[in-house]
């Protein structure tokens, strides 16, 4: 039988965006909970960050975490590890869902049998999924796109395009559409619709090449995630196009490599750390019949050669591991 749990625990203090109502307080705990955290995809240091804040919140609780994610960001893929995951009932679930509609389906079942569901980083159109949601403000984030090829020295007229993963994915179509609006503002001309790289950093370098050939004068970019900012990076560097700005979304290592070398111009930077280890804390209140807080918008920033070395900017930066 499932076991239940039913006190709350108190959630460490957290710096986010907003006011945080006050948990509930016990003296229990949900020591000895099973809790699995499904990423997006195996290997990115996006995740691996996430994983390392998840990690840091389930020692401090108790709790045992097993960590999985699929080869590559594909529902087909993450779907039937979720089924998996599901037959073993475990007492909560963090999931970074593939597909915000295709990836209901098994995240509403495995509520149905009584496993406490947070979303992380991305989430499902279904608003009956998941006690909490935990991601980046990513509309703004991306609106910070737009303002950091600004500050770059784009003018109106400037000639721009965006290249993100996969439609249908919460975080990325965010950013595109806050990139757009603040794109729209600044005047910019968008030389094609968005253009998907199916988070594969060679589809990306391939894209932005054959771009580039038919606007010689494309002045900017906007990469809406890591593997496609690394990929466009490569791709504008290998046609030798030293005049685009680059702006790129998350922060990894590889990533900060290119910033350092001049083939990125600015990193919209994310808090994965502070995502996986508020997961932890809400799927625990969740255990405990504490307080949920159904929405936390965490932070980014805009990282530049600028700013790289202050502290404040440096602890956006993700890991390889933890
Ligand atoms: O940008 C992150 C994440 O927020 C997004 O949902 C998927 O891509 C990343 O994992 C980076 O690769």
């Known amino acids: 039988m499932k076991r239940?749990?039913?006190?709350?625990?108190?959630?460490?203090?957290?710096?986010?965006?907003?006011?945080?109502?006050?948990?509930a307080q016990d003296d229990m705990?949900?020591?000895?909970?099973?809790?699995?955290?499904?990423?997006?995809?195996?290997?990115?240091?996006?995740?691996?960050?996430m994983e390392c804040g998840a990690q840091e919140a389930a020692a401090a609780a108790g709790v045992s975490l097993d960590v999985q994610g699929p080869d590559?960001?594909?529902?087909?893929?993450?779907?039937?590890?979720?089924?998996?995951?599901?037959?073993?009932?475990?007492?909560?679930?963090?999931v970074a869902p593939n597909d915000r509609t295709a990836s209901a389906g098994p995240l509403a079942n495995m509520q149905e049998a009584g496993t406490q569901v947070v979303l992380v980083d991305t989430i499902v159109d279904d608003p009956s999924i998941g006690v909490s949601r935990i991601a980046t403000d990513n509309f703004l984030g991306?609106?910070?796109?737009?303002?950091?090829?600004?500050?770059l020295g784009l003018?109106?007229?400037?000639?721009?395009?965006?290249?993100?993963?996969?439609?249908?994915?919460?975080?990325?179509?965010?950013?595109?559409d806050g990139f757009n609006e603040k794109a729209a503002e600044l005047g910019y001309e968008l030389v094609a619709d968005t253009q998907y790289s199916n988070n594969e950093a060679s589809v990306a370098a391939q894209i932005i090449s054959a771009q580039l050939q038919a606007d010689p004068d494309l002045a900017g970019v906007f990469a809406t995630n890591l593997f496609t900012a690394q990929g466009?990076?490569?791709?504008?560097?290998?046609?030798g196009a030293e005049a685009v700005q680059v702006v790129?979304?998350?922060?990894?290592?590889?990533?900060?490599?290119?910033?350092?070398?001049?083939?990125?111009?600015?990193?919209?930077?994310?808090?994965?750390?502070?995502?996986?280890k508020m997961g932890i804390e809400q799927a625990v209140a969740a255990l405990t019949g504490g307080e949920n807080i159904?929405?936390?918008?965490?932070?980014?920033?805009?990282?530049?050669?600028?700013?790289?070395?202050?502290?404040?900017?440096?602890?956006?930066?993700?890991?390889?591991?933890?």
């Open 294 to 322: 159904p929405e936390i918008q965490t932070e980014s920033t805009v990282v530049t050669m600028d700013n790289i070395d202050d502290p404040e900017v440096a602890q956006f930066l993700y890991k390889s591991e933890c």
């Open 142 to 151: 991306g609106v910070k796109a737009a303002e950091a090829l600004d500050v």
């Open 248 to 276: 790129g979304f998350d922060a990894g290592p590889d990533q900060v490599l290119q910033l350092q070398a001049g083939d990125v111009q600015a990193l919209v930077a994310q808090q994965p750390f502070t995502i996986g």
């Open 155 to 176: 003018e109106a007229g400037a000639k721009v395009l965006v290249i993100s993963t996969n439609p249908g994915v919460s975080s990325v179509d965010a950013r595109v």
């Open 232 to 239: 466009v990076a490569t791709g504008v560097r290998q046609a």
């Open 29 to 49: 705990s949900a020591e000895g909970a099973n809790i699995t955290l499904m990423v997006g995809v195996k290997g990115d240091p996006f995740y691996i960050s």
């Open 4 to 23: 239940t749990w039913t006190a709350a625990l108190v959630a460490g203090a957290i710096a986010v965006t907003g006011a945080l109502p006050a948990l």
């Open 72 to 94: 590559r960001f594909d529902v087909i893929l993450q779907n039937p590890m979720l089924d998996a995951v599901a037959a073993a009932q475990p007492d909560a679930l963090l």
